[in-house]
């Protein structure tokens, strides 16, 4: 007899087994192209089957970008409180770097946002997602002020909104630009931005 | 009588005609919805008639980036000489902000660097004409580095594919998320960015 808790389990292997259908159908085919379709075919289930877990292809959408927010928070938590702003940036930044070896992960974000740009459920989680993670980053900044690792002068919401945009389009760029070195311009932007928060090791005495 | 004058001039007017079409029924619909065949009808002509223009929506989509390339760039030749990197950058900015006022436009754009990021045939054009973009804008940086106006110790051409990727990704974000207000960042962006570079006016003595 299955308990309760082997159910749930199950349950979210099937939507988890989904949601990795649908996320390599995606990066191959185009999120346009894909068909709900093509999404049971790849993910070996009944029609029955897959909108038992998810209703539509925007369900499917909004559950990619709900993991993707995950994967980003837990990655801003994990990283060790004394570490200062840019030892944090430069870590997230290999994240970000990482994630670019699968050229097709690349074409499907930039397709989420193209969807998110008209379609206003997929652009209410995605907007959701970008606050969360401007928020998180807002307070590495704010502690890196207080420590008195960085200039503390300058507005915790516009720098982290310069840095994730500055981060953005970098990915925009380098998704169709083969010409750009991402990793080059990564270190780049970061090395500007430090220097102009004057970043260095926290010293005594707090906020400058 | 016609003169080869008056053809071109009116082969141009045509081209000017399905280009405009285009624009708007991509700007309605979205990219992917509209067919050829929606064009056809919008630009109130025969199939015949526009694909002696431009022969596939490929074709449509790179003179439309083509005519945005010529936009940007005479935008950029258009300001004065004697105007530092930051009234240029604010100068930039309105005109970026301008076409915010049209919404679709924002969406065209994000959609435009979707396929650019599947499709070579757009990706070739995108990259071409954000590199001459880049291009001109690293002149203006030059050009404030050697007048004395922002410090020269920062690389023309990292600072100047910052900008641009900071504005890329405030435009993104913009496109799907109406909590971010585009004029406040673009403003604190740019006094950010005119901090870091010691932006002033000119002095003699030139570089720094």
């Known amino acids: 007899m299955r308990t ?7 349950h979210g292997d ?7 259908a649908a996320c390599g159908l ?7 192209a894909a068909s709900m379709k093509d999404l049971c075919a790849a993910a070996g289930m009944s029609p029955g089957s897959v909108y038992r877990y998810f209703a ?19 990655a801003m938590d994990a990283l060790p409180v004394e570490l200062g702003l840019l030892p944090a940036l430069r870590a997230l930044a290999e994240q970000g770097l990482a ?3 699968t050229r097709g992960f690349l074409s499907l974000w930039v397709e989420t946002a193209a969807e998110a740009s008209r379609n206003p459920v997929v652009a209410r989680q995605l ?22 690792r960085i200039v503390s ?6 720098l982290t909104r310069l840095i994730l945009a500055a981060f953005d389009g970098l990915l925009l760029r380098v998704a169709y630009d083969p010409s750009v070195d991402a990793r080059e311009a990564a270190t780049g932007f970061l090395e500007f931005i430090g220097n102009a928060v004057g970043a260095q090791a926290p ?5 400058r």
């Open 4 to 10: 309760k808790g082997a159910k749930n389990r199950n």
């Open 14 to 20: 099937r939507r988890e087994e989904i949601l990795r």
């Open 26 to 32: 995606f990066i191959r085919d185009g999120f346009h």
């Open 56 to 74: 539509s292809k925007d369900a499917i959408i909004t559950a990619l970008i709900e993991a993707d927010r995950a994967r980003w928070l837990s």
């Open 99 to 101: 994630d670019l070896e």
């Open 127 to 148: 907007a959701a997602s970008c606050r969360d993670c401007e928020a998180r980053l807002a307070g590495i900044v704010e502690r890196s002020q207080r420590e008195g």
């Open 153 to 158: 002068t300058t507005d915790p919401k516009l």
């Open 203 to 207: 010293r005594k005495g707090g906020r």
